[in-house]
């Protein structure tokens, strides 16, 4: 297929990027370059530096590539930001995405691949949050990705967009080429991995009085591996779908530093330090919908797995991508 993948510079899109080529698709990756990187870009790939707040030049692009289909990754992403800047996150999340969809539809492009996320659950009443339960966010970033959600499924009933949008927990761990390089890290495995390098003197830990049984925030951390194989399995199907993308498995704050000590083989110091405003205790999700649906097998499941690949990359790249 020919898929333009927006975003395709930044951490997630480039991994799928990469396995898109691998599968012998032909890819035209389009980024600002704001947060993704131009090493991110695989080499294989057509590059297109462009803006979705550009509306004339958005349309001009879809038009010109006429792709197949598009997969969705720009956007703000930071929950501690959105509670700061929510303008930034309404505006790049929502405004700009609207720019792409009305592109698409005029180009007659009707296949959408979405990056949604779990913080469109909000506090959930227990795990795992499977796609039945509410979606009550909690933070602007939450918000600004219900509401793509819920403006795909107009379109897809108006303009007949088909959409799958795929509600990704905690992205980590890395591929052989790509991995995570946050221009201002906010991320917690990234910012364990720099302390093991050396390039900080200590993690810090936001808030361990949590109603947890370590007191720290649980997540749930999925191989960013597994996630662009979901991306890809997205593109067959003929029906338009939400799906919650996880392991099942929930690992706290202190089980992720631990995790990188053992890893690592660093002693990795950390400081606790208060809350940081917006984040649920305990998020954490079950994807059978997307195992018997669409038949999405995760393969890199254990934290300790996850965290080696990263370690990996980040010892192989310890300036990221040096931009
Ligand atoms: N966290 C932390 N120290 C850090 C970065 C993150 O304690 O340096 C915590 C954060 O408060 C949250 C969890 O780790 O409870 C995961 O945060 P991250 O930013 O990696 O992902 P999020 O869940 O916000 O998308």
């Known amino acids: 297929m020919n898929i333009l993948v927006v975003g395709g510079a930044g951490y997630i899109g480039s991994v799928c990027a990469e396995l898109l080529l691998n599968e012998g698709h032909q890819i035209a990756i389009l980024d600002n370059l704001s947060e993704g990187h131009r090493a991110a870009v695989d080499q294989r790939a057509r590059f297109v530096e462009g803006d979705l707040a550009d509306r004339d030049g958005i349309a001009q692009t879809v038009a010109r590539l006429r792709p197949d289909a598009v997969m969705h990754f720009a956007g703000s992403a930071l929950v501690a930001e959105s509670m700061r800047d929510p303008s930034k996150y309404f505006r790049n999340n929502i405004a700009n995405g609207l720019n792409l969809l009305d592109a698409m539809?005029?180009?007659?492009?009707?296949?959408?691949?979405?990056?949604?996320?779990?913080?469109?659950?909000?506090?959930?009443?227990?795990?795992?949050?499977?796609?039945?339960?509410?979606?009550?966010?909690?933070?602007?970033?939450?918000?600004?990705?219900?509401?793509?959600?819920?403006?795909?499924?107009?379109?897809?009933?108006?303009?007949?967009?088909?959409?799958?949008?795929?509600?990704?927990?905690?992205?980590?761990?890395?591929?052989?080429?790509?991995?995570?390089?946050?221009?201002?890290?906010?991320?917690?495995?990234?910012?364990?991995?720099?302390?093991?390098?050396?390039?900080?003197?200590?993690?810090?830990?936001?808030?361990?009085?949590?109603?947890?049984p370590d007191g720290t925030c649980i997540r749930d951390y999925i191989h960013i591996l597994d996630l662009a194989c979901a991306h890809i399995l997205g593109l067959g199907t003929s029906a338009s779908a939400s799906y919650n993308l996880g392991t099942g498995g929930g690992s706290s704050v202190r089980q992720v530093i631990d995790s990188c000590r053992k890893v690592t083989g660093k002693k990795i110091p950390v400081i606790e330090r208060s809350r940081r405003s917006g984040d649920p205790p305990r998020l954490v999700a079950t994807s059978e919908k997307i195992k018997r649906e669409l038949g999405w097998r995760p393969q890199f499941q254990a934290l300790d797995t996850i965290v080696s690949s990263a370690w990996k990359w980040h010892q192989r790249f310890p300036n990221g991508y040096g931009d």
């Not at 796609?131 to 970033?141: A, D, K, S, V």
């Not at 591929?175 to 390098?197: M, Q, W, Y």
């Open 105 to 212: 539809v005029a180009a007659d492009v009707r296949q959408i691949v979405f990056s949604s996320s779990c913080a469109t659950f909000g506090l959930p009443e227990r795990t795992p949050i499977d796609e039945t339960f509410p979606q009550l966010p909690i933070n602007p970033y939450g918000e600004s990705k219900l509401a793509f959600e819920k403006i795909l499924r107009w379109y897809d009933r108006i303009h007949g967009v088909r959409f799958i949008s795929l509600r990704y927990f905690n992205a980590a761990g890395a591929s052989e080429k790509f991995g995570e390089d946050h221009r201002c890290e906010t991320h917690l495995i990234p910012n364990v991995l720099k302390v093991a390098l050396g390039r900080q003197p200590h993690v810090e830990i936001f808030g361990t009085d949590y109603d947890t």
